[in-house]
Nanobody, 121 residues
Framework: VQLQAFGGGLVQAGGFLRLLCAAS????????MGWFRQAPGKERELVAA????????LYADSVKGRFTISRDNAKNTVYLQMNSLKPDDTAVYYC???????????????WGQGTLVTVSS
């Protein structure tokens, strides 16, 4: 499955962005999906994950209550709605697909190219 992430940009603290991950090559409903991020000088970390049919989602503590992951399998698209953004949210955001619904990034074998989110203070 090929993944492409869109929607990054520059936003002020307190603002919002919506990221999209478009899939091609395979039916997205075959995969659990995750959003990950990597800030400069830091390791890549999970932001959120969603099950194949969207009935379950997991979030990093740092984004709970602010970010929402969702999916539209008919459109082969996964979304990450990011509200109340903070400068600490600045990172390259990646979407990824896995055969296993998990927070473990090493179980995700298909990755998009990443989209940069910059939050100014």
């Amino acid at each position: 499955v090929q993944l492409q992430a869109f929607g990054g940009g520059l936003v002020q603290a307190g603002g919002f962005l919506r990221l999209l991950c478009a899939a091609s090559g395979h039916t997205l409903s075959n995969y659990a999906m995750g959003w990950f991020r990597q800030a400069p000088g830091k390791e890549r970390e999970l932001v959120a994950a969603i099950s194949r049919n969207g009935d379950s989602a997991l979030y990093a503590d740092s984004v709970k209550g602010r970010f929402t992951i969702s999916r539209d399998n008919a459109k082969n698209t996964v979304y990450l709605q990011m509200n109340s953004l903070k400068p600490d949210d600045t990172a390259v955001y990646y979407c990824a697909a896995s055969n296993i619904y998990s927070i473990n990034q090493y179980l995700y074998h298909y990755w998009g190219q990443g989209t940069l989110v910059t939050v100014s203070s």
